[in-house]
């Protein structure tokens, strides 16, 4: 029985996870290496990448005019500097297995880090070996090299910054990030809430500003070329998506998929479960209402309530947040690609604890949305899967999230006396 208590307890107890973590680094290291020395390369998207960076070397400034193999550059600017990078050191693309060790230091190097977010978070150790088991997500990495694998990269830079309330770092990572692949946009309204709820009024403003002067500056060289341009190849928010490629929603049929109906709808329910997560989730720490929130742009709150609704922003709250954003998004997401699998790999296991499930649902889960992913071409089935498990990791961590800060009071606005002494 003594054992069996040591087990439970090497399962469940958070404090075994700083030795936990290196030794399933250590053996994802050499599945990285076994799978670059074993597995062939795959050419998708590298060649293009080249292509539209030399003439970016060329001196090349106008995007509309940077096309490759694929289609014309629809990435923003940290996409090109990065693959510039990647083109000088890799002999113009030439050199496929040095970039694959690179993308496999940055795919072992995001791992430590979200390894250490979910540490922050007191994650029991039982849910870290989900973390290295994707085979989907070593193929993004190794076998694809797709720019997704630096925007999460910086994505979980900047999550855990914010957990460590480095708040400047976190808002440069994150802005870095999305000015790698504007996916990252799906992140945008949890970090808008976390910051304005831990900090006070013009700081969180800052941090704003700082992610919009970061995009600016990276985007310089080109916006005096033709900035229209730029925005609207960098954010193509008017995109068309195909049908042949979709991962998720092929089990509703072309014509239903194509139609301007449907797309409203998915924009619809992204609007609506934001609005629940924002109502009755994520304004928890502050006790403040939508509005209630908003009115403080004008009447700042004291610096008591504004301390004790700051400290309440954990490193759990900041992940579950920024988690949950991520889902929702993909989950309304009219069409995913097998790429995307980058931005709900490594958070599916944080949000499935969350939810509350049982260890065995957990493991459950996890393993039908790996098989769904991992389906070549997409199937009415699997994409049923993938929108199926998506919606249980959102809808599981709203019901899981429940009671955390219930016990707190709406902070009242009518205790004018001490609100006046403050401004």
């Known amino acids: 029985m003594n054992l069996y208590h040591q087990l439970v307890d090497l399962a469940s107890n958070p404090k075994h996870n700083r030795l936990l973590s290196p030794a399933l680094l250590a053996v994802d290291s ?3 290496a076994a799978i670059i020395w074993k597995v062939p390369y795959t050419e998708i998207d590298w060649q293009a990448y080249m292509q539209q960076v030399a003439q970016y070397l060329d001196g090349e400034r106008d995007y ?3 096309k490759g193999g694929t289609g014309p550059l629809v990435y923003p600017a940290a996409h090109v500097y990065i693959y510039s990078a990647l083109y000088y050191l890799t002999g113009g693309g030439e050199n496929i297995l040095l970039a694959q060790i690179i993308f ?3 795919y072992l190097g995001i791992l430590s880090i979200a390894m250490a977010c979910y540490r922050m978070a007191r994650v029991p150790p ?8 994707s085979k989907r997500l070593h193929s993004l990495f190794l076998l694809r090299l797709f720019n997704d694998c630096f925007a999460v990269g910086a994505l979980f830079v900047a999550t855990y910054a914010y957990q460590r309330r480095i708040w400047t770092i976190g808002s440069i990572a994150y802005s870095w990030g999305l000015a790698i692949k504007m996916s990252l946009l799906l992140a945008s309204p949890a970090i808008g809430i976390i910051l304005l709820q831990a900090l006070p009024l013009q700081r969180a403003f800052k941090s704003g500003f700082i992610i919009m002067q970061v995009q600016a500056m990276l985007a310089f060289p080109f916006l005096p070329v033709n900035a229209s341009g730029y925005v609207s190849r960098a954010f193509q928010f008017t995109r068309q998506f195909l049908f042949k490629w979709t991962v998720n929603w092929r089990f509703v049929g072309e014509d239903t998929f194509l139609s301007r109906e449907f797309s409203m709808a998915l924009a619809t329910v992204n609007l609506a479960l934001l609005s629940l997560f924002l109502g009755t989730r994520w304004m928890r720490p502050s006790g403040l209402s939508i509005p209630g929130l908003i009115s403080t742009i004008f009447r700042p709150l004291p610096p008591r309530v504004q301390h004790q609704m700051a400290i309440r922003i954990t490193p759990s709250f900041t992940l579950t947040t920024i988690f949950s954003s991520m889902a929702i998004g993909m989950l309304c997401a009219r069409s995913l690609h097998y790429q995307f699998y980058a931005y709900i790999a490594l958070s599916t296991p944080f949000l499935l604890w969350e939810a509350g499930l049982h ?3 957990v493991y459950a889960v996890w393993a039908a949305q790996e098989w ?3 389906v070549y071409p997409s199937t009415d089935t699997s994409s049923m899967v993938v929108v199926g498990c998506l919606a249980i990791q959102v809808f599981g961590v709203w019901w899981g999230t429940g009671k955390e800060f219930a016990d707190l009071i709406n902070v009242s606005r009518t205790d ?3 609100i ?3 401004t």
């Not at 039982?126 to 088991?133: A, G, H, K, S, T």
């Open 30 to 32: 050499c599945l990285c």
């Open 64 to 66: 509309t005019l940077i």
């Open 104 to 106: 496999a230091g940055l």
């Open 126 to 133: 039982y849910i870290f070996p989900l973390l290295i088991l």
């Open 359 to 361: 260890p065995i649902l």
């Open 372 to 374: 769904a992913w991992n």
């Open 416 to 418: 004018d006396s001490e």
């Open 420 to 422: 006046e002494h403050t």
